[in-house]
């Protein structure tokens, strides 16, 4: 879907027809909300991360760690062949939106990767109630850097 | 004759509605996210967005020398405890300290993107 920026006074319509105007403008900010939080949250966690010749809890994880987003963010044509090197990646789904739109929700996903050989298993509530913390001490800090976020 | 064909198009239950219009905005996103690394080589497909504010993923289509169509999908999963990243229905992995910076450089330049693009219509729009 290619957006485009028809009329401001109307909004903008996509190629479908969706007028992304006044009315669907919540919905926008909504995924915009997300974006900001999950920007603060990545920060906080990142910025709280011993440096990598502290932590080594988990020595299987050197196998992943070049992958995906491990060049620059400007410059990243080594993308491509990053990912075909991983030894054990597959054929997966076509539509990557629409199956991850079916994902499980945060807490089955916990629960499942307790499955999947983590070492712990969190009680909903004490996850939430730590997301909670963490989204304030990462709002303080990401402040500087979004203004009155 | 137009109303009838937005009603296909567009669910007319107000759920299902706005569920359609989020997934469009999100693969609109998600072509946006792809091109932040660079350029796409022809005939792949990449994507990368952010799913709600726990989760991040990253989408990778591309044929190898033999013509075979190969993907990859990548989720970065935010929790209390660290990030973490499964690929493809393994194991989840912590994210390394030098790998979640990347990723928090390109979640950043993904948002400044994305702000870029709509607050000036969220302000025209005058929502």
Known sequence: MTTKHTDNRNGFVTPEGQHLGKIDAPLVREVLHANDISIGLLFELWSRMPAPTEFHPYPAATHYGATAVNQSVTVQPEAHDNLNVHPERREAEVDTLESMMAAPAYGEATANSAQDGLSFVEAQDDISREMDELKRDAYDKMSGVYGDA | ?127
């Open chain 2, 1 to 127: 004759m137009l109303k009838k064909l937005l009603s296909v198009i567009l669910p007319t239950d107000p759920q299902a509605r706005d569920a359609a219009i989020r997934r469009n905005i999100l693969r609109d996103c998600a072509r946006m996210g792809g091109t932040l690394f660079g350029e796409v080589p022809k005939g792949n497909r990449r994507e990368f967005f952010c799913l709600d504010e726990r989760t991040w993923v990253w989408h990778e289509e591309w044929k190898d020398a033999n013509g075979v169509q190969h993907a990859l999908t990548t989720r970065y999963d935010i929790r209390p405890h660290g990030i973490f990243k499964a690929q493809d229905g393994q194991p989840y992995q912590p994210l390394t300290k030098q790998e979640a910076e990347r990723l928090y450089l390109a979640a950043y330049q993904y948002n400044q993107n994305m702000h870029q693009k709509f607050d000036p219509l969220l302000a025209a729009a005058g929502a």
